[in-house]
Antibody
Framework: EVQLVESGGGLVQPGRSLRLSCAASGFTFDDYAMHWVRQAPGKGLEWVSG????????GYADSVKGRFTISRDNAKNSLYLQMNSLRAEDTALYYC??????????????WGQGTMVTVSS | SSELTQDPAVSVALGQTVRITCQGDSLRSYYASWYQQKPGQAPVLVIYGKNNRPSGIPDRFSGSSSGNTASLTITGAQAEDEADYYC????????????FGGGTKLTVL
């Protein structure tokens, strides 16, 4: 079964850090680009960051550039998002999503169920 | 970064045809993908590329594009199609950036 399982979310104070993980199974992980997408409570989807199959191409939304770092470990079939200097506006459900191609094509054919990040004092 | 614009809400009578649109400069260069999201669930890809449906997506869903506008058409809408629909694409800046539309709430009457 093709599956993405996110973990690492939780309640964190403003200015602190959090690291999200996404475990992939059921497909050849290193054949595909991967992304993080978030959704604030009651709001729409926001693309956060994406990474190509070999980490050679990486992009970030303006809202997180300089604070978040995406990475992947193909040997462990895992995707990560290191989130530093967290702000209240980063509060959202964070989804891991598989691209349909090795380079980002922005067609996300598999999604995890998400991990909730709440930034509050 | 570029933006994608969607109508906030659209309604359709049961069994009728509805078109949901997405506008943005990036769509002149890149195809849009479309996602269906029901309350409490993760999004599901319904259309990608020129007009491709992933396995399991009913053929009443189709996609098209003209100029800066992409469209998702549901021919013969069913009650279970009531959901939020989002378009997305690559940013037109040439950098590796993605962008989503604001979403359209589809109500099936």
């Amino acid at each position: 079964e093709v599956q993405l399982v996110e973990s690492g979310g939780g309640l964190v104070q403003p200015g602190r850090s959090l690291r999200l993980s996404c475990a992939a199974s059921g497909f050849t992980f290193d054949d595909y680009a991967m992304h993080w997408v978030r959704q604030a409570p009651g709001k729409g989807l926001e693309w956060v960051s994406g990474i190509s199959w070999n980490s050679g191409s990486i992009g970030y939304a303006d809202s997180v550039k300089g604070r978040f770092t995406i990475s992947r470990d193909n040997a462990k079939n895992s995707l990560y998002l290191q989130m530093n200097s967290l702000r209240a506006e980063d509060t959202a459900l964070y989804y891991c999503a598989k691209d349909s191609s090795s380079s980002p094509r922005y067609a996300f054919d598999i999604w995890g169920q998400g991990t909730m990040v709440t930034v509050s004092s | 970064s570029s933006e994608l614009t969607q109508d906030p809400a659209v309604s359709v009578a049961l069994g009728q045809t509805v078109r949901i649109t997405c506008q943005g400069d990036s769509l002149r260069s890149y195809y849009a993908s479309w996602y269906q999201q029901k309350p409490g669930q993760a999004p599901v890809l319904v259309i990608y590329g020129k007009n491709n449906r992933p396995s399991g997506i009913p053929d009443r869903f189709s996609g098209s594009s003209s100029g800066n506008t992409a469209s998702l058409t549901i021919t013969g809408a069913q009650a279970e199609d009531e959901a939020d629909y989002y378009c997305n694409s690559r940013d037109s800046s040439g950098n590796h950036l993605g962008v989503f539309g604001g979403g359209t709430k589809l109500t099936v009457l």
